[in-house]
């Protein structure tokens, strides 16, 4: 799978950014074509301390091809714009090979 990883910054007004995001940008990005799952986190903190990362948005495509042509919708258009009209300064965007791992049993549970 594929994903689109966008990484956000604290914005200055948290309020107004979670507001337009919840009720503005999410309405954009479920139109896009293509997508086969998205994860929505905040992030809390960093195991050192203060996360330098406020939010992180991932949308998962079941391979490049979807992806791309997901990109060149009119729909990513339009949520891409969107996007740089509240959150230009202080998003990330990045693309990721995304694989999936089942829980491993313990060697001695595998036996039958």
Do not use: C, Q
Not at 24 to 42: A, N, Q
Not at 97 to 109: E, G, I, K, T
């Amino acid at each position: 799978m594929i994903k689109l990883i966008a990484l956000y910054k604290k914005p200055d007004d948290i309020e107004a950014f979670e507001y337009h995001y919840a009720n503005v940008h999410l309405h954009l990005l479920e139109k896009i074509p293509g997508i086969r799952k998205t994860e929505w986190s905040r992030i809390t903190a960093s195991p050192t301390g203060e996360a330098p990362y406020y939010m992180l948005y991932e949308m998962y495509f079941d391979n490049l091809e979807t992806y791309r042509a997901a990109m060149a919708s009119e729909e990513n258009k339009a949520a891409g714009k969107d996007l740089l009209s509240f959150a230009g300064d202080i998003v990330t965007l990045m693309i990721a090979d995304a694989y999936f791992d089942n829980v491993r049993l313990p060697v001695n549970r595998l036996a039958i």
